[in-house]
C-alpha cells in the first residue's frame, strides 16, 4: 500500500508539529476576550494561492464571497480534528451557507496514515477510480475526524483495518479499498498538493489558514475565526 512519503518532507513536517502545539494557546487565549483578532504569521498572494493545483478543489460556498479560508490539514493531526469537530460547522452555518465566505480544504499529511485518510476521502466509494464531489469529500473527512483516534491510534495497532472499517461505513468495498489506496496518481497528486503548501505558501504546520492574503497558524475557536472573517466582511 502506497503510504510512504519524502524523508526530506517528513523531517520538515515534525518541525511544523511543534510550533502547532506552541501556536494553539495563543489563538485560544485571544478569542477568549472575543476582541482580539488571530495573529498573521506572515503574508500570502491570494491570487497565487487560488491558482489551480494538482488536485481539484473541495470548496464550499460562494467563488464570490469576500471572505477566503483555505485550510491545509493533516488527518491525523488533533488540533485539526478539534477544530472541524468544533468550529467548522457553526462558521459554516453563519458564513459559508450564507455566501459571506467560501471554504477551501487542502491536505497536507504529516504521515502515510493521514496520507492514506485523504486518498480515501478524495476517491468515490461506489467507484474508486473516480473522484468524490466536494459534499462526499467533507462527509468523509467529518467522519474520520469525529472517529481519529478510533482509527489512527487503534487500541490493537491494526491502522489498515480500522481504516478499512471506517470506510466501510462511506460505503466503501474491501475491493474498493484496495483500489484507491493503490492509486499511485493519486498518491502523486496529495503529496504535491503538500509540497506546493510548503514551498509556496509557508505551510510548516497544521492547521494552517490562508485567509485573504494573510496566513494563520494553529487551531481557531469558532469566537476567533468569527471575529476575523467580521474584520474582512
Known amino acids: 500500500m502506497p503510504f510512504s512519503l519524502p524523508q526530506t518532507t517528513r523531517r520538515q513536517l515534525m518541525g511544523g508539529a511543534a510550533a502547532t502545539a506552541i501556536g494553539v494557546p495563543l489563538l485560544g487565549a485571544s478569542a477568549a476576550f472575543a476582541v482580539d483578532l488571530p495573529e498573521s504569521s506572515g503574508k500570502v498572494d491570494m491570487a497565487k494561492v487560488l491558482q489551480p493545483g494538482a488536485l481539484p478543489e473541495m470548496a464550499l460556498g460562494d467563488e464570490k464571497a469576500k471572505v477566503t479560508i483555505v485550510e491545509y490539514m493533516s488527518m491525523t493531526c488533533p488540533h485539526c480534528a478539534h477544530f472541524h469537530t468544533t468550529t467548522f460547522e457553526p462558521i459554516k ?37 473516480e473522484m468524490a464531489d466536494a459534499k462526499s469529500y467533507y462527509a468523509m473527512v467529518s467522519m474520520l475526524f469525529k472517529q481519529q483516534r478510533a482509527w489512527a491510534a487503534p487500541a490493537d495497532g491494526n491502522v489498515r483495518n480500522a481504516l478499512l472499517q471506517m470506510s466501510k461505513m462511506a460505503g466503501y468495498s ?17 503529496n504535491a498538493t503538500m509540497k506546493r ?37
Open 93 to 129: 452555518q453563519k458564513y459559508i451557507d450564507t455566501g459571506k465566505a467560501r471554504f477551501i480544504l487542502r491536505e497536507f499529511p504529516f504521515d502515510p496514515v493521514a496520507t492514506a485518510a485523504f486518498m480515501l476521502a478524495r476517491c468515490n466509494p461506489a467507484k474508486p477510480q
Open 174 to 190: 474491501q475491493e474498493g479499498f484496495e483500489a484507491c489506496l493503490t492509486n499511485q496518481k493519486l498518491l502523486d497528486q496529495v
Open 197 to 233: 503548501g510548503a514551498e509556496e505558501f509557508g505551510v510548516n504546520s497544521t492547521p494552517t489558514f490562508l485567509i485573504n492574503g494573510n496566513r494563520y497558524s494553529g487551531d481557531m475557536s469558532v469566537e476567533a475565526m468569527s471575529a476575523l472573517i467580521d474584520s474582512l466582511l
